[in-house]
């Protein structure tokens, strides 16, 4: 079992930048993919980034240019280093942990104002 808690989250204006991180615990060595995940009320959870054990990396289109999701295995912790934040990136954020089974933190909200 692994354990997802994450930070960062808060309120910015357009343009603005925030970094979320992750820390994982627990069966640590069976994680492969980690990556975000972000949620608006109504609508499914979509995947923003996810990175794997290797440091291969994927984006979706929407925040390409603008996110970074980065791994610091070390220290069992991801990032995501958002820039030019807009207002449509307004959601609850969540950690993704790929092992045998997925894991998922509790969120973090952004909320990015125009």
């Known amino acids: 079992q692994v354990q997802l808690v994450e930070s960062g989250g808060g309120l910015v204006q357009a343009g603005g930048s925030l970094r979320l991180s992750c820390a994982a615990s627990?069966?640590?060595?069976?994680?492969?993919?980690m990556g975000w995940y972000r949620q608006t009320p109504g609508n499914q959870r979509e995947l923003v980034a996810f990175i794997t054990s290797g440091g291969s990396t994927n984006y979706v289109d929407a925040v390409k240019g603008r996110f970074t999701i980065s791994r610091d295995n070390a220290k069992n912790m991801i990032y995501l280093q958002m820039n030019s934040l807009r207002p449509e990136d307004t959601a609850v954020y969540y950690c993704?942990?790929?092992?045998?089974?997925?894991?998922w933190g509790q969120g973090t909200q952004v909320t990015v104002s125009s």
């Open positions: 627990g069966n640590i060595r069976s994680i492969n993919t």
């Open positions: 993704m942990a790929l092992a045998t089974v997925r894991s």
